[in-house]
Nanobody, 127 residues
Framework: QVQLVESGGGLVQPGDSLRLSCAAS????????MGWFRQAPGKEREFVVG????????HYADSVKGRFTISRDNAKNTVYLQMNSLKPEDTAVYYC????????????????????WGQGTQVTVSS
């Protein structure tokens, strides 16, 4: 069983930056594909970014490409989401997700890939 704990959310103004963290425990972190999803009020959960266990080129949603950056520190069992140039439409609960099974036929952008989910952290972008 993998436990995921997100942190770093908060209230920021448009154009500001924020860094989310997701600490994983319960399994060797380097054996997990990791992803971030978000869910705004009244909307479905949507993919933000994912990175494979090898740390190969991450896959970003078009809406965040060029503004958000995912990174992972296997020594700290933590994945980060650096969010720059935040917009009001980025307001959502952000969820960290982990995939333990090796299923390369399921893309990083599919929520079905992930076996474990965190509780989420609220990000609000408002002036």
């Amino acid at each position: 069983q993998v436990q995921l704990v997100e942190s770093g959310g908060g209230l920021v103004q448009p154009g500001d930056s924020l860094r989310l963290s997701c600490a994983a425990s319960g399994r060797t972190f380097s054996s997990l594909d990791m992803g971030w999803f978000r869910q705004a009020p009244g909307k479905e959960r949507e993919f933000v970014v994912g990175v494979t266990r090898s740390g190969a080129t991450p896959h970003y949603a078009d809406s965040v490409k060029g503004r958000f950056t995912i990174s992972r520190d296997n020594a700290k069992n933590t994945v980060y989401l650096q969010m720059n140039s935040l917009k009001p439409e980025d307001t959502a609960v952000y969820y960290c997700a982990a995939a333990g099974l090796i299923r390369p036929w399921v893309g990083l952008g599919s929520p079905n890939k992930y076996d474990y989910w965190g509780q989420g952290t609220q990000v609000t972008v408002s002036s």
